[in-house]
Every structure is written in structure tokens, then in C-alpha cells.
């Protein structure tokens, strides 16, 4: 079983939808968590992320962390084409090198 | 890309031939990781850096070396490469916690590696 699960989609919804992207994980030592957006032969760029558990928001992007629940979130409000991308959900622990571990991403489109 | 720029960006080569895959970084961060990216897999850490000569294993280091002999360069080789090595490669930079920009990993462009 892999540490980090995510729907690999593929996720497709019409431009202005409220987007549900999602994650569960098994090792509770995880305390960083971060979504990251990879366009199609790119590298990953961060998103956001967020310490421990709450919510965090950035213009029309929202990160949500439930750690009792073992679980992500992202959501994306008035989505637009420009946000079709696969988003990938990281998580780490505090101490140590900073090795993340990756969810299988999930490849969003958004129809205009 | 953050200053990081991967060599080759596309690569052929044949089962049992050695492979080097170069990043180099101009931002001086002290972190440098390798992952591979696969369909069904995500990213999946190689190996990493936490400073000149010092490396780690990743999750899946089998079949892979690194070397760091220089702040900017980290270089990862197949020395012998099998099929099950095609794969996209990245190189990641970071700096430790409590730095700015300390939670975020910069990724390079990718090398694209086929192992015929």
C-alpha cells in the first residue's frame, strides 16, 4: 500500500467549476503538506502548502489538511483553462532532509 | 526553472550501457534531489544531497549512483541501465527548514530517458 493515494483521474469539467482535488495518507509523522501543478512536459511548480492541520487560501486556490482524517484537499474556484495541468499532492515530516513523497497526481482539463 | 537546467534533456541509450544525468543549480542551495516520475507513480525520490559529498539514498535507489562534488552540480548515473530505467528523471534544489523559501522544492526541466 502506498503511503500517499490520489485519484489519478483524469478530471475534466467545464471553465468556471469548483474543482475537488483529494488525498489520503497513511503516516501520521507527516506534518508538511504541499499541491504542486506540472504542466505537460514541465517540472513541478509549488502551489501551496500547508503545516499541520487547517485551511489556507490563496486567491482562488484553497488548502485544506485533515489530520485526524488522514486527508488533503485543493480546491480550485472559478476554474479556467489556463488551470489544466496534473496537480500532484506532497507530504513530508519535520525533521530530516526534506524528502517529500508524492501522490500519482491527478490531470485536470478545464473545457471552455 | 529556479536556476536549475538539466543535461541531456532527451536521451536514448541501450540495456547495460552506463548513463549520467547532470543538474546544475546557480541559486546556492545547500539541498539537490533526484526523483523519477512514471505513470501510476508520482515522483519517487532516487537519492538527495544535503550538502558537498554528503548523499542519501531515496526510495528507490537500486541501480543508481550519486555523486556531489560541488555545491552546484548533482550528478546521477545508471551504471548499468535496464528498461526499467526509462523513465522522466528530475532534479530538485531546496534550502533547510528555517531559511526563506525553506518548505519549497524548485524543480528543473526533466530528462526524458529511454532505455531500448
Known amino acids: 500500500q502506498k503511503e500517499v493515494e490520489q485519484d489519478p483521474g483524469p478530471l475534466s469539467v467545464p471553465e468556471g467549476a469548483i474543482v475537488s482535488l483529494n488525498c489520503t495518507y497513511s503516516?501520521?509523522?507527516?506534518?508538511?503538506f504541499m499541491w504542486y501543478r506540472q504542466y505537460s512536459r514541465k517540472g513541478p511548480e509549488l502551489l501551496m502548502y500547508?503545516?499541520?492541520?487547517g485551511n489556507k487560501e490563496d486567491g482562488r486556490f484553497t488548502a485544506q489538511v485533515d489530520k485526524s482524517s488522514k486527508y488533503i484537499s485543493l480546491f480550485i474556484r472559478d476554474s479556467q483553462p489556463s488551470d489544466s495541468a496534473t496537480y500532484l499532492c506532497?507530504?513530508?515530516?519535520?525533521?530530516?532532509?526534506?524528502?517529500?513523497?508524492f501522490g500519482q497526481g491527478t490531470r485536470l482539463t478545464i473545457n471552455p | 526553472d529556479a536556476g536549475i537546467t538539466q543535461s541531456p534533456r532527451h536521451k536514448v541509450t541501450e540495456t547495460g550501457t552506463p548513463v549520467t544525468l547532470r543538474c546544475h543549480q546557480t541559486?546556492?542551495?545547500?539541498?539537490m534531489y533526484w526523483y523519477r516520475q512514471d505513470p501510476g507513480h508520482g515522483l519517487r525520490l532516487i537519492h538527495y544531497?544535503?550538502?558537498?559529498?554528503?548523499?542519501d539514498k531515496g526510495e528507490v535507489s537500486d541501480g543508481y549512483s550519486v555523486s556531489r562534488s560541488k555545491t552546484e552540480d548533482f550528478l546521477l548515473t545508471l551504471e548499468s541501465a535496464t528498461s526499467s530505467q526509462t523513465s522522466v528523471y528530475f532534479c530538485?534544489?531546496?534550502?533547510?527548514?528555517?531559511?526563506?523559501?525553506?518548505?519549497?522544492?524548485?524543480f528543473g526541466p526533466g530528462t526524458r530517458l529511454t532505455v531500448l
Open positions: 530538485a534544489i531546496s534550502e533547510p527548514d528555517g531559511r526563506a523559501s525553506g518548505n519549497e522544492q524548485f
Open positions: 503516516n501520521s509523522a507527516f506534518q508538511y
Open positions: 500547508t503545516y499541520s492541520s
Open positions: 506532497a507530504m513530508r515530516r519535520i525533521q530530516g532532509a526534506q524528502k517529500l513523497v
Open positions: 541559486e546556492n542551495h545547500r539541498y
Open positions: 544531497s544535503y550538502g558537498v559529498k554528503d548523499t
